[in-house]
């Protein structure tokens, strides 16, 4: 995709910051899930949003836990971006 | 450069507000160059009233602390400020340990399973309303509400409504002039400027909260308060009993007497402009932005304050650490820059972005979504009952510089359904 704000993105949760409001949970609730336990959100599925839609949930975040994860300066296409991010996601600490 | 002029009228003067939100007043303001100094007691603050000034304070907890000097207005001792902490005077990583606490009841998916909770109160409510035909809003809708709501989710007994929102009248009265009831009232013995508010109101409801979190230790439920003390007894760094405390406080007045204040704003609106409730009437997809238009109309809580911990230029003015900044959601809920026609109450307004649950940082109004579905459900179901209300007389407004609270407003109410 040309288009920059249809290109796909992959998001990530900042654990120290989410304070669990789950706006996040409400707009995506394929890509984000507040654990009941944790209450901390997570992410699910393959965490790709379209830019634009992922600015949104960026903004709306009250604690600004979430952000985009940047393709990798070696310009990697945004798949391999995602898979190596995924794996950190995918080994909660 | 900062302008050090004291805005007159006087925007801290609590009697300024039985006339309404000073509107004209703040858009000077908001028009001037930079931040505006305003004297206050001994000091004074930065008056925060730009819609974007607003939403960069708030966003940024680090440089803007909610904890350095608390978030009302004015100073307290160290003793005072650690004795009156709560959520909302926190910031992280203590903030986001009692948010989280309290932030799974109040997800929005979760808050979803008390729809029919928030409307089987709300039948109940406006039916005996309607079967009166007039008499005050707020104390036979506005008030009811919200604390029958927060109630039953925090697992107190709803026969004791009447006494809590006493109790949180009483609070309000503690960010004006005047108090009427004296300092030893409920009992209390602990100096003023130890209790939140300064009111012997909170010292009873310190012991309501006890009281209520001693019988959920002995005999645990599926509430919020349960949860809480829990959090208490499983480890006592995740919740010390000072912090229980103070949050117990602070659901029981901000989960009754904010929805309350926006209820009452949002049926004096209606009343007031019937071409709007019309157009509500005429198509049920409305009530989401008219839900929106309500809160921005109403700003149930005023300001908020923060205290700088760096230097930092905000709004064209350049501020030291440790300088007290007062955001006023009042002022960014009418800024001519952000809202179209910003002192007209359109029920279809599409462009809503509103500070009613602040300015969109970690402090974003906890209930948000409670209160939503709250005014949401009032307006679905005055719509099913072709409700309409008639103002019989002037409300009677809440001399507060704080909350822009509504005591009365009698009405007449018909139901054409």
């Known amino acids: 995709m040309s288009d920059e704000q249809t290109e796909m ?3 990530t949760v900042d654990e120290e910051k989410c304070i669990g409001a789950g706006q996040c949970e409400m707009l995506e609730e394929d890509t984000f899930y507040v654990d009941d336990d944790t209450v901390i959100a997570k992410v699910i599925g393959t965490g790709m949003l379209e830019r634009s839609r992922a600015n949104l949930i960026v903004e709306t975040c009250p604690s ?3 952000s985009i994860v940047e393709a990798s300066a070696q310009e990697s296409p945004v798949g391999d971006a995602q898979e190596d991010s995924g794996a950190e996601e995918a080994d909660p600490s | 450069m900062s302008t050090t002029t004291t805005p007159t009228p006087n925007i801290t003067d609590p009697s300024l507000y039985l006339d309404g939100i000073p509107h004209e007043r703040f858009a ?5 160059d930079g ?3 305003h004297d206050y007691h001994d000091g004074g603050f930065w008056v925060v009233s730009r819609h974007a000034d607003v939403k960069t304070v708030s966003k940024d ?5 909610s904890a350095v000097g608390m978030t009302n207005l004015w100073d307290l001792e160290a003793d005072a400020i650690e004795a009156r902490r709560s959520l909302i005077d926190s910031d992280a990583p203590d903030h986001t340990r009692l948010r989280r606490l309290v932030a799974r009841a109040f997800t929005p998916k979760n808050i979803r399973r008390w729809e029919s909770t928030v409307r089987d109160i709300t039948v109940e409510l406006l039916d005996a309303y309607v079967a009166k035909g007039e008499g005050d809003f707020v104390a036979e809708v506005a008030a009811p509400l919200p604390i029958r709501v927060i109630l039953t989710m925090l697992g107190v007994p709803v026969e004791d409504a009447g006494y809590l929102v006493e109790l949180s009248n009483f609070l309000v009265e503690g960010t004006g002039d005047t108090q009427s009831i004296p300092p030893d009232a409920f009992g209390n013995t602990t100096p003023l400027r130890l ?3 300064n009111s012997p109101a909170s010292h009873a409801l310190f012991e309501y909260g006890e009281k209520i979190g001693d019988l959920r230790r002995a005999d645990p439920q599926d509430d919020l ?10 480890d006592g760094d995740r919740l010390s009993g000072s912090e229980y405390r103070n949050l117990f406080h602070l659901l029981v007045f901000a989960g009754n007497e904010t929805t309350r204040t926006g209820l009452s704003h949002g049926a004096i609106a209606l009343a007031d402009h019937p071409e709007q409730w019309q157009r509500v009437l005429d198509d049920s997809a409305m009530v989401e932005t008219a839900t929106e238009e309500i809160l921005r109309w109403s700003t149930p809580v005023l300001h908020m304050r923060r205290t700088t911990t760096a230097p930092v230029e905000l709004g064209g003015t350049h501020l030291d650490a440790g300088e007290k900044v007062v955001m006023w959601y009042a002022s960014a809920n009418h800024d001519e820059r952000v809202f179209a026609n910003p002192h007209t109450f359109d029920v279809g307004r599409t462009e809503n972005p509103h500070f009613s649950f602040g300015g969109g940082g970690p402090h974003t109004c906890l209930g948000a979504f409670l209160a939503r579905l709250e005014v949401a459900v009032l307006l679905e179901e005055m719509a099913a009952r072709k409700m309409h209300l008639t103002r019989l007389g002037e409300p009677v407004r809440v001399p507060s510089n704080f909350v822009h609270g509504v005591l009365s407003v009698d009405m007449a109410v018909e139901a054409r359904s």
Do not use: C, H, Y
């Open chain 1, 9 to 11: 993105v992959l998001v």
């Open chain 2, 225 to 234: 308060v349960t949860s809480l003390v829990q959090a208490e007894a499983d």
């Open chain 2, 61 to 65: 907890g680090k440089t803007f602390s």
């Open chain 2, 195 to 197: 209790l939140p508010f």
């Open chain 2, 28 to 32: 000077e303001i908001r028009n001037a």
């Open chain 2, 35 to 37: 931040l505006m100094w």
């Open chain 1, 64 to 66: 600004q836990a979430i």
